[in-house]
């Protein structure tokens, strides 16, 4: 008889031991749970710049690809177009070939790879979405938030609903949108519709990033994101984004000389970069260092319009310096010849009465020639004038 009590005060210690074990460990774990970070809560803490390729897709083809690099410290923020036509060496295939070939052959991570190679710039994440899921998203985030001009809504097309100004559209109108911008017949407008409407998508996920980070929302989410990100570090990024001001995302795309290519057994157009793609590193460089910088202007918000004269022998250099400048975002009005080709240095002058324009302008050659002339050009609707002098060599003042 005492056995079996014996026996029962045993049984129940070991129960009330593992009882109180299980607990312990249990609390350990939501603990840890609990203070657990993500990838890009670690990288925002630290005040680390962080670069992901995002990618929009249809039947895993590529239709926009943008480069987003994030500065936490400043909040200042980056989109760079990456063209599908680039051309690149594609080791696996032995050729040279189109950059976006990758995506739908091998996969987001080669693609991100081939990036970062060709941009000299440390890209750790992607994010692929099909233009069906991006629909989806964007009417979880109820809606996204754009201007359309009277010029955009012309250009949409007979038939289409689209009223004029800042209008919210849900996902289906968003991807109609969409669609219709990447057939616009401009290269650079295309371009530059593109990435405001990535941009506002971004932003819009931002400001509902509370929202979608709900543990009912969250899955829904993630579930439309191909992505190395994981669900926690992929809401994070969208409340990182929501803190950026419109006004502080700097756009980019790329300039090149389009050649034709025979690649797997056809003809195609591919862009190649300038000057082997040294141009285009050095860009993203000065980009980095822009938005690090509290006291660097950012330009895009407000578009700063050039005028170009060419004042040496060189011809064809006001041409690719406008090419330059449309790298840098900068929107070039006109091209065309000084009154004498014999200028020596190469001057920017400021038609608005304030320098600041004409400073960022001369910076992106390293010209320290500024000059301030409100009556030289003939032309309304030009900010600066550049005079280009035998001191330019086509990338930088010497």
Not at 130 to 152: H, M, P, R
Not at 232 to 248: D, N, V
Not at 348 to 364: K, L, M, V
């Amino acid at each position: 008889m005492g056995n079996g009590n014996n026996k029962l005060k045993l049984d129940a210690g070991i129960f009330f031991g593992v009882l109180i074990l299980v607990t312990i460990v249990g609390s350990v774990i939501l603990i840890r749970l609990q203070i657990q970070t993500d990838r890009i809560t670690d990288l925002v803490a630290a005040n680390e710049e962080f670069a992901a390729v995002i990618t929009i897709t249809s039947e895993g083809r590529p239709l926009s690809t943008q480069v987003l690099l994030y500065q936490p410290e400043t909040r200042r923020a980056s989109l760079i177009d990456l063209p599908g036509n680039l051309g690149v060496m594609i080791g696996e295939l032995q050729r040279v070939d189109r950059i976006d070939r990758l995506l739908g052959e091998y996969g987001p991570e080669r693609y991100r790879d081939e990036i970062a190679e060709m941009l000299d710039l440390d890209i750790e994440f992607y994010l692929a979405i099909e233009e069906q899921q991006l629909t989806e998203i964007i009417d979880l985030a109820e809606g996204v938030e754009l201007f359309l001009s009277d010029t955009v809504v012309d250009a949409l097309g007979e038939g289409q609903l689209f009223p004029a100004g800042n209008v919210v559209l849900d996902g289906h109108k968003a991807r109609q949108y969409f669609n219709a911008t990447l057939e616009h017949k401009s290269g650079v407008e295309r371009v530059t519709r593109a990435q405001r409407f990535v941009q506002r998508v971004l932003l819009r996920l931002g400001e509902r990033s509370e929202y979608l980070g709900r543990s009912e929302v969250a899955p829904y989410f993630a579930e439309r994101v191909e992505t190395n990100l994981d669900r926690r570090a992929l809401i994070a990024m969208a409340g990182a984004l929501g803190e950026l001001a419109s006004e502080q995302m700097v756009y980019r795309r790329v300039q090149g000389v389009t050649r034709t290519v025979e690649a797997d057994g056809e003809a195609q157009e591919l862009l190649f970069p300038h000057f082997e793609g040294r141009w285009l590193r050095e860009t993203v460089r000065q980009l980095r260092e822009t938005l690090r910088s509290e006291e660097a202007p950012l330009l895009d918000g407000a578009t700063v319009r050039l005028e170009i004269l060419n004042g040496t022998t060189v011809n064809g250099l006001a041409r690719r310096t406008r090419e330059l400048y449309e790298g840098y975002g900068f929107e070039v009005v006109s091209i065309g010849n000084a009154e004498t080709a014999e200028v020596e240095n190469t001057v920017f002058i400021s038609r608005t009465g304030d320098p600041a324009y004409a400073e960022r302008a001369a910076q992106i050659v390293g010209s320290s020639h500024i000059m301030t002339e409100s009556a030289l050009s003939t032309l309304p609707n030009v900010d600066v004038t550049v005079i280009l002098g035998n001191d330019f060599d086509g990338r930088y003042v010497r």
